[in-house]
């Protein structure tokens, strides 16, 4: 199964949103290894995410 295109547009160090867990909050990722994503989520800490089956969604980061 290819992965998700919008994960190749994706890099660590980019912050994302998990499409189907909004409670985790925003992500930063930490490292891609394949399809496996490594993202430390501000409400659930670091998840290994499959991005065969998952293509997280880009986010910004909140005005300071």
């Given at each position: 199964m290819p992965e998700k295109a919008?994960?190749?547009l994706l890099s660590p160090g980019d912050f994302v949103r998990?499409?189907?867990?909004?409670?985790w909050g925003?992500?930063?990722?930490?490292s891609m290894i394949g399809a496996r994503i490594t993202v430390n989520f501000e409400n659930a800490g670091?998840?290994?995410?499959?991005g065969n089956?998952?293509?997280l969604e880009?986010?910004?980061?909140?005005p300071r």
């Open positions: 919008g994960n190749a998990h499409p189907g867990r909004p409670d925003l992500g930063q990722i930490q670091k998840q290994l995410i499959d089956v998952i293509e880009p986010a910004e980061l909140p």
